[in-house]
């Protein structure tokens, strides 16, 4: 049977070879130590990239910026990235270069956990809190006291989050904000986005942030998995929301290359996106009764030292279709890591107007900008060709199934109201969404500026 299976990875390597001569086979691909690598990590321990062709060593970064950077001056050839890193060099936030992404990486999978002390004032003030199993998801309502309390005092709340334009930042932002708690403006001279801010959030990278949290120099944070589980670990702290009920099913990592390394390498480009989809499936296989099959082994995986690097337990309480809440509350979550399912790897150009619309929100984009320049950004950075043209030629391997890729999207998901504060996103108005909400900045509906 080995010989068997030997035999027809072979020949799958073989036919990509001869369909598409590939520029590029030595490849070195970035990460950060989160599960959410678990694609990249996967594609290269099962196989995947070498059945493309593909010799591929997958390295650990110290922060999101060093990551960036490494894609950028071609010490890396891609990497693990946060959804809004290609989006941000794209448009000169931080730095500038055209960054694209045709694979997202998952859905979900991040958490805001604050100190036991926090925890603990935070069901003085609201009762229903003060039980083993509190209902969920919880709002930042029982914060503002707190941070009313510290303001009055001429100190501020400090809480945690991973880079400036990462998904934790505008989580974190948008849970505060749900609650009237203003987390702060970026303007042109305050590129820390603490004008105005009730609550000080500051960059922490993920691995630290428990470190930081029991050291209190945070009383909270936002960060992925394993790093909120640890909290609950160490008994440190308490994860009181995750960001499926922020928002449902959200864009959390992708996977970027620069777009002259795209232009130069489109053959190997495919090959990269055709491992990383297999990757994405095989996470997400279940069997009859709607259990991961393959999770406990990408846990093991996971946890070694060269890559994430948690405990397996640790990294199980999340992976395996569960969450700890606090050490008396684990509650079944099968989608708190998505790989695949829900069309979940495919590049929507919704998903990167709505980051768009968050960096203008928080006062990142400093000017107002018209709905055509919103659309017209996200298909600069967003390559769904790319993507559909390497799910084809794996349809036609017999690696994946027709109704498990959207063929013939626009690039635009339905409209949704599944965020904790029930507001509508459509990516078609985003103008309209970025005046729907209390806090923060507002445009014209119908702006013309900034085309």
């Not at 290609?86 to 859905?107: K, N, Y």
């Not at 926090?118 to 083993?132: A, G, V």
């Not at 060269?306 to 999340?318: L, M, R």
């Not at 320049?373 to 027709?402: R, S």
Request: include cysteine; charged fraction near 20%; charge should be negative.
């Amino acid at each position: 049977m080995k010989r068997l299976v030997t035999f027809c990875t072979s020949l799958l390597a073989a036919a990509a070879s001869f369909a598409a001569p590939l520029e590029k086979t030595d490849l070195k691909f970035g990460f950060i130590k989160l599960t959410d690598c678990a694609p990249l990590v996967i594609a290269k321990e099962k196989g995947f990239f070498q059945d493309e062709g593909l010799s591929v060593e997958v390295v650990a970064q110290p922060n999101w910026k060093t990551l960036l950077d490494n894609v950028i001056n071609g010490n890396l050839d891609g990497a693990h990235m946060l959804s809004g890193q290609p989006i941000a060099a794209t448009i000169g936030i931080g730095t500038q270069a055209h960054v694209v992404t045709a694979f997202t990486m998952d859905l979900n999978g991040n958490g805001i956990t604050v100190s036991n002390n926090i925890w603990e004032e935070m069901q003085q003030i609201d009762f229903d809190l003060d039980t083993p199993f509190p209902e969920h998801p919880i709002s930042a309502d029982a914060l503002k006291p707190i941070v009313e309390e510290y303001l009055s005092k001429g100190d501020k709340l400090q809480m945690g989050m991973v880079f400036p334009v990462s998904t934790h930042n505008y989580e974190l932002r948008y849970w505060l904000a749900a609650s009237g708690i203003n987390p702060g403006m970026y303007t042109k001279t305050d590129v820390g986005g603490r004008t105005d801010a009730e609550v000080e959030l500051s960059v922490t990278p993920p691995p630290m942030m428990p470190t930081v949290l029991e050291a209190g120099n945070i009383q909270g944070y936002c960060v992925g998995e394993p790093w909120n589980q640890q909290a609950v670990s160490k008994g440190i702290g308490v994860p009181v929301v995750t960001n499926y009920d922020i928002w449902q099913n959200n864009p959390e990592k992708v996977f970027g290359v620069t777009k002259k390394w795209a232009d130069a390498n489109p053959h190997t480009h495919v090959a990269v996106v055709k491992a990383l989809i297999r990757a994405g499936r095989w996470l997400d296989e279940t069997d009859a009764s709607g259990h991961y099959v393959n999770r406990d082994e990408a846990v093991r995986i996971l946890s070694q030292p060269n890559y994430v690097g948690a405990d397996y337990n640790v990294i199980k309480n999340s992976m395996t279709g569960y969450f700890y809440f606090q050490k008396t509350d684990k509650r079944e979550m099968p989608d708190f890591n998505v790989f695949y399912k829900y069309y979940a790897t495919y590049p929507w150009y919704s998903d990167g107007i709505w980051f768009l619309t968050q960096m203008r929100r928080w006062g990142q984009i400093t000017e107002p900008k018209s709905a055509a320049w919103y659309a017209e950004t996200a298909q600069k950075i967003y390559l769904p060709d790319v993507y559909l043209t390497a799910a084809q030629e794996l349809l036609d391997e017999g690696l994946i199934e027709k109704d498990e890729i959207p063929w013939d999207t626009d690039g635009y998901k339905p409209a949704t109201d599944a965020f904790i504060d029930g507001i509508t996103y459509d990516a078609h108005d985003p103008i309209g969404y970025l005046n729907s909400h209390q806090i923060g900045n507002k445009d014209f509906v119908g702006t013309t500026a900034g085309n």
